[in-house]
């Protein structure tokens, strides 16, 4: 079976502040993808990334960073230098081959805010 | 850009009505899903449709039934509306192709039942 688990429920931080939401997950899938989206208030699930179980290098976009463990089962999610616009829910999801990809398991997400 | 749109952004029905949530996307994605979002729950796959009149059971489909007839329209119904029912709803699309496997999100609906 596969499973994500996000064990931070809600992160406060104040702005300018880096701050690291993780990601553990349990696949037998020896092929799977790992992913990142954001939810802000308005509601809407906005993707972030895709990783590959083959492709552990790190990944930089901006303020964003995310780094993939596949040692500790890890996909932690680095944002730099908070901003008030990155207060969100952000949630961590996986596939795997065994569902041809198709299908999305997700954490119970991190609801992040972030304050002036 | 991928678009996905959900009939409403709100609704209220009443216990026992039939209610129908519809999503249209417009980039020709083969794969359609729906979710339900509950606080402490995450998000959890009511139903998956992976062709036009396709479709497979997800985590939670019970007291839910979908429709596809055409491929850029699926449609979520609950045949009788109950309150446990009240919750955010979300219409997600994809490619049926592993490494663009990503799904894009509708904006959502949020159902209450009264």
Same mark, same amino acid.
């Given at each position: ?5 996000q064990a931070q429920t809600e992160?406060s ?6 701050v ?5 997950y ?8 790992l992913?990142?989206y954001?939810q802000p208030?308005?509601?809407?699930l ?7 179980s ?5 990944e930089?976009s901006?303020?964003y ?5 596949? @040692?500790?089962? @890890? ?6 230098? @908070?901003?008030?616009v990155?207060s ?6 996986l596939s795997?081959?065994n569902t ?6 997700f954490?119970?997400g991190?609801r992040l805010?972030?304050?002036p | ?5 959900q009939?409403?952004?709100y609704?209220?029905k009443r ?8 999503c249209?996307?417009d ?8 979710y339900r979002q509950?606080?402490?729950l995450?998000?959890?796959l009511?139903?998956?449709?992976y ?8 985590d939670?489909?019970?007291?839910y039934?979908v429709s596809?007839?055409k491929?850029?329209r ?13 919750s955010m ?10 490494d663009r496997?990503?799904q894009?999100?509708?904006p959502?609906?949020r159902?209450t039942?009264?």
């Amino acid at each position: 079976a596969q499973k994500v688990t996000q064990a931070q429920t809600e992160i406060s931080v104040v702005e300018k502040e880096d701050v690291t939401l993780d990601c553990v997950y349990e696949t037998r899938d020896t092929t799977y993808y790992l992913f990142w989206y954001k939810q802000p208030p308005s509601g809407e699930l906005v993707f972030l990334i895709r990783r590959n179980s083959f492709d552990e290098q790190n990944e930089i976009s901006g303020r964003y960073s995310w780094n993939f463990q596949k @040692s500790t089962s @890890s996909f932690n999610f680095t944002i730099t230098a @908070s901003q008030v616009v990155d207060s969100a829910v952000y949630f961590c999801a996986l596939s795997g081959v065994n569902t041809g990809f198709q299908k999305l398991v997700f954490g119970t997400g991190t609801r992040l805010l972030v304050s002036p | 850009d991928v678009k996905v749109t959900q009939s409403s952004r709100y609704l209220v029905k009443r216990t026992g009505e039939k209610v129908f949530l519809e999503c249209v996307q417009d980039m020709d994605h083969e794969n359609m899903f729906w979710y339900r979002q509950d606080p402490g729950l995450g998000l959890r796959l009511i139903y998956f449709s992976y062709d036009v009149k396709m479709k497979e059971k997800g985590d939670i489909p019970e007291g839910y039934s979908v429709s596809r007839e055409k491929k850029e329209r699926f449609s979520l119904i609950l045949e009788s509306a109950s309150t446990n029912q009240t919750s955010m709803y979300l219409c997600a699309s994809s490619l049926a192709a592993g490494d663009r496997s990503e799904q894009y999100f509708g904006p959502g609906t949020r159902l209450t039942v009264t």
